[in-house]
């Protein structure tokens, strides 16, 4: 199985610019997690999905950020308008069932907005 | 909401010497997992405690779940260049939530 996977790895951006990150997450797993990482928060939950169906969207920090999972294999975040303080790496995740337990990571988007 | 406090949040050693992080929770636990994440990389699982006292080993990695479920503990016997990185301990909240600490990252000096 190729894993979780992330695009784009690395993404530079300025200010009020959108910014779209995308993650295919294992195939057969129901659950995906977006999480953001800085130095300062650590890692923190933004959103996550069952079934392709939001469940929880109270981490994401504000209405600049939005998320999708249109189908099983595809969830986008986005940022619009982006702003310097949104500088993190963004990390999919995904987990068959909740009692499994484990969440497998995808390699990350790491986000500069200058 | 759910929290849990990690320690220490550095810890640097002489390669050969043993190394543990905490983590603790002021509410009893379902169960608690444990993630590494090298410098530059994700976080990757390494275990789930699930049972009160609970007590794993992984080569010169163990796992300890405290008796009343509200801590838990990574030990490293005899560190290594490769265990560098940052251990997470991640516990799940009411809500499905996986909350992760604060992490504690592992220097090793060779």
């Known amino acids: 199985d190729a894993g979780v996977i992330q695009s784009p790895r690395h993404e530079v951006t300025e200010m009020g610019q959108e910014v779209t990150l995308r993650c295919k997450p294992i195939?057969?797993?129901?659950?995906l997690f977006w999480y953001r990482q800085t130095m300062m928060r650590g890692l923190e939950l933004l959103i996550y999905?069952?079934?392709?169906?939001?469940?929880?969207d109270s981490g994401m920090p504000e209405d600049r950020f939005s998320a999708k999972m249109p189908n099983a294999s595809f969830s986008t975040l986005k940022i619009q308008p982006s702003e310097p303080r949104d500088s993190a790496v963004y990390f999919c995740?995904?987990?068959?069932?909740?009692?499994?337990?484990?969440?497998?990571f995808g390699e990350g988007s790491r986000l500069t907005v200058l | 909401g759910q929290q849990v406090m990690q320690i220490p949040q550095y810890q640097h050693v002489q390669e050969g010497e043993d190394f543990t992080t905490y983590c603790n929770s002021s509410?009893?636990?379902?169960?608690i997992q444990w993630y590494k994440q090298r410098p530059g990389g994700h976080p990757v699982f390494l275990i789930q405690?699930?049972?009160?006292?609970e007590v794993k080993k992984q080569k010169r990695l163990t796992f300890q779940f405290g008796e009343a479920k509200k801590n838990s503990s990574l030990h490293i016997t005899a560190t290594q260049t490769t265990d560098v990185g940052t251990y997470f301990c991640?516990?799940?909240?009411?809500?499905?939530?996986?909350?992760f600490g604060s992490g504690t990252r592992l220097l090793v000096r060779p």
């Open positions: 995740a995904s987990t068959l069932g909740l009692v499994v337990g484990e969440l497998f």
């Open positions: 999905f069952n079934n392709n169906v939001p469940i929880d």
């Open positions: 991640a516990v799940m909240d009411s809500s499905y939530k996986l909350i």
């Open positions: 195939s057969g797993h129901d659950y």
């Open positions: 509410t009893t636990l379902s169960n």
């Open positions: 405690l699930v049972k009160s006292g």
